[in-house]
């Protein structure tokens, strides 16, 4: 079985500060990481993933999130972040021997303030 | 294209109804799953199914069931629903199920409201 911990509820942040997202992860077996990002009123959107090869993992608007097996975090950091980015978001993991089922956390409100 | 669409996008029902909630996945994709997100909280796995029989189910009651289509597309069922169901209904669809590359994506989702 897999757990997901999301270990801030709400992270209040000003416009072009940097945030990070913290979250860790336990498993019995080895799992990829995935985040996804919820805006108000939506689904779930992929924000980035972890399958294999090198740790640290970007998405296509400034996030970046590393694979840390040793401690089983998959922290999500942005350097300067913008009003656009307030939204829910949520890690999850997979585990990597049977389906694709994900386990997700509670999920962390990142609250950008101008 | 057409991205995953879930019918209805809103609805309230009362105590010891059911209700049945549509998705339709994807072209192509021949994989659905279904979550269910209690507000203030992280989805939580229902069901999967893959060219039409379950693969997977989480903690979940009986009063929960679901069926795939031959087209493909899913249908969720609640029975005798209490206040506890009310929630953001999710639906993903994926290619395969092989794990890893074959990431979900996921609908707007079916918000209910049970009074």
């Known amino acids: 079985a897999q757990s997901v911990t999301q270990l801030d509820s709400q992270v209040p942040v000003f416009e072009e500060a940097p945030v990070e997202l913290r979250c860790n992860y336990s498993?019995?077996?080895?799992?990829?990481l995935f985040w996804y990002v919820q805006y108000p009123n939506q689904g779930l959107q992929l924000l980035l993933k972890?399958?294999?090869?090198?740790?640290l993992v970007e998405s296509i608007n400034g996030f970046e999130a590393e694979f840390n097996k040793s401690q089983t975090s998959f922290h999500l950091r942005k350097p300067s972040v913008h009003i656009s980015d307030t939204a829910e978001y949520f890690c999850?993991?997979?585990?990597?021997?049977?389906?694709?089922?994900?386990?997700f956390g509670g999920g962390t409100r990142l609250m950008v303030k101008p | 294209d057409a991205g995953v669409t879930q019918s209805p996008t809103h609805l309230i029902k009362t105590r010891g109804q059911q209700v049945t909630l549509r998705c339709s996945p994807i072209?192509?994709?021949?994989?659905v799953s279904w979550y269910q997100q209690v507000l203030g909280q992280g989805p939580q796995f229902i069901f999967q199914y893959y060219e039409k029989e379950e693969r997977g189910r989480g903690n979940f009651p009986d009063r929960f069931s679901a069926r795939q289509f031959p087209n493909y597309s899913s249908e969720l069922n609640v029975n005798a629903l209490l206040l506890g169901d009310s929630a953001l209904y999710l639906c993903?669809?994926?290619?395969?199920?092989?794990?890893?590359?074959?990431?979900?994506?996921f609908g707007a989702g079916s918000r209910l409201t049970v009074l």
């Open positions: 072209s192509g994709h021949k994989s």
């Open positions: 498993s019995s077996v080895s799992v990829y």
């Open positions: 993903a669809s994926s290619a395969s199920v092989a794990p890893g590359a074959n990431v979900l994506t």
């Open positions: 999850a993991v997979m585990p990597n021997n049977a389906g694709n089922m994900l386990t």
């Open positions: 972890y399958l294999s090869g090198s740790t």
